[in-house]
């Protein structure tokens, strides 16, 4: 046994080994592919906050520019409503500061928050001259409600010494003049600088995230190859060490062949087992007296030899076929009894006939029979039919002079006996139970 486990592989091993490769290269797999998600997420994250702090940059300069208009459009209509809406978008809605706010998300963003603010304090330098033009026109036009905030702006003694007409003129000439649009400008351009930091530090977080999401695919594509490799590879050598050995061992059982002893350590030690039980038992076979185990009439084997296959045979894969000659004392009554003896000699020849080489003919008595049908595993019912027609047919015929001859049959598959005792007890039922309905007939049971 030692000298067989060093010629061959331990299957138990080689497969212990090849899983766990194939669970840890799973598992990468698995890991990997949880943080390709993540990598995903992380760029879809990123361009959405590409969006959200360009929206924020954005609607600082439509903040600016709303103010921009609702001044302009004071200073040119005179409409104290005009006024109103100015402050409620500097004082309540408050989008300049919102963005700032937006804009503060983590340091990466305080580069272009920074930049941004710079956008905010432009916007709110321009509002200097805003107030002081809408100050003009409210002393142009004698409003008094307005915010208190504009209230305190105060004009210079030259603007209030003018009249009405000239300071609206004034009032229009300061926010639609070269210096105004200036500040508008470096609105503009705070905001794009902002802007152009977004996208710079979007685009480095996306670079970075792709970078990171190529190497994880390549990560997921060599592990995935290597996992198919060692599956591909256990498939080999599971076929190699196992399957094609069995399979090559069960045609040498149906052919009552010895096995190859090749394969895997634990199929190597089965098929030396085998062997020795084969060897074994075909020496005990040979070893028997042809004359102690088998009929001097008939060629068949006798009670002795009965018994020594019926504790041998395997009931898993045995029919028990028990023939009976049906009123055989007439032949020999009638006929004599040398005709008795060729009627049992043409059974035994129609039997041969019929069956396989591995099936065992046994004479139990003066004209009682029973067949072993080896390997019932591989036969179906209409087999055993058709050689049962096919013994009756050889029997029936009259032309070697004898009589025909009817048998009665009862046939029990080994695999529903609960042991070899039951086996030929409910064959012999069954055989019973044929001769009550007449010769010549068979019953399964």
Not at 136 to 149: C, I, Q, R
Not at 284 to 309: C, M, P, Q, V
Request: net charge negative; glycine share 4%.
């Amino acid at each position: 046994m030692n000298n067989t486990k060093k010629k061959g592989i331990s299957h138990r091993l080689v497969h212990f080994w090849l899983v766990l490769v194939i669970l840890i290269f799973s598992g990468t797999v698995v890991y990997t592919t949880l943080r390709l998600t993540d990598t995903f997420w992380d760029i879809t994250n990123a361009s959405r906050q590409n969006t959200k702090l360009q929206k924020a940059a954005h609607e600082l300069m439509n903040a600016s520019d709303y103010l921009t208009e609702m001044a302009q459009r004071f200073t040119v209509d005179g409409d104290i409503r005009f006024l109103h809406q100015y402050f409620v978008e500097a004082f309540e809605s408050k989008r300049r500061e919102e963005a700032i706010a937006k804009m503060d998300v983590d340091e990466k963003t305080d580069v272009a928050r920074k930049k941004l603010q710079v956008a905010l304090d432009n916007s709110v330098e321009l509002m200097d001259i805003e107030y002081y033009a809408m100050k003009l026109v409210t002393e142009a036009k004698g409003y008094s409600d307005y915010p208190e905030v504009l209230a305190s702006v105060e004009l210079d003694a030259d603007d209030m010494a003018k009249s009405p007409q000239e300071k609206l003129k004034y009032a229009t000439e300061l926010i639609h003049s070269d210096e105004y649009y200036a500040q508008k400008d470096k609105i503009r351009s705070s905001m794009q600088d902002s802007l152009d930091e977004v996208d710079k530090m979007t685009k480095g977080i996306e670079e970075e995230e792709l970078n990171s999401l190529r190497r994880e695919i390549c990560v997921v594509r060599i592990a995935v190859i290597i996992q198919a490799s060692f599956i591909f590879f256990l498939i080999w050598l599971t076929t190699r060490l196992s399957i094609n050995p069995v399979l090559d061992a069960v045609e040498q059982i149906k052919a009552n062949n010895p096995i190859s002893e090749g394969g895997s350590n634990e199929f190597r030690y089965l098929a030396k087992a085998y062997n020795k039980m084969y060897e074994k038992n075909k020496s005990s076979i040979e070893s028997l007296s042809y004359k102690a185990f088998h009929d001097e009439l008939t060629g068949a084997y006798n009670r002795a030899g009965y018994e020594f296959l019926l504790s041998n045979i395997e009931l898993e894969t045995t029919y028990m076929m028990l023939f009976d000659v049906d009123d055989f004392k007439n032949f020999n009554d009638l006929y004599g009894h040398e005709t008795g003896d060729r009627v049992l000699k043409k059974i035994v020849s129609a039997l041969n006939n019929a069956l396989d080489n591995d099936d065992c003919i046994c004479r139990i008595g003066g004209d009682e029979f029973v067949v072993f049908v080896m390997h019932s595993d591989a036969v179906q019912r209409n087999q055993l039919e058709k050689m049962i027609k096919q013994i009756e047919n050889e029997l029936e015929n009259t032309d070697d002079g004898l009589p025909p001859i009817y048998i009665s049959i009862g046939i029990m598959d080994g695999k529903d006996a609960r042991d070899k005792a039951h086996l030929f007890e409910m064959a012999d039922l069954a055989m019973y139970e044929s001769k009550k309905q007449g010769k010549g007939t068979y019953t399964f049971y």
